[in-house]
């Protein structure tokens, strides 16, 4: 997994959820926001998070469930 690789995942998507990323890698979405960050640091990438509308406030989901990256280009 590098750099370009994530891109072309995200950009052919549109929008990934970090758990997908991540399952695609075969690692864990700790490895992946990194990569991700410095794609949102050029301006290529949104992090976009499930609003609280869809929540129901239990707690008891991951938060990389609720975490997911728009292409932007």
Known sequence: MDL??????????GVAPLTDIALHFKTDAD????LLALWI????????IVSAEFCKGCC?????LLESYEWLD
Do not use: L
């Open 41 to 48: 640091a050029k301006g290529k990438i949104k992090k976009r």
């Open 60 to 64: 008891k989901c991951d938060p990389a």
């Open 31 to 34: 490895t992946v926001r990194p």
């Open 4 to 13: 370009i690789a994530v891109k072309q995942y995200v950009r052919e998507r």
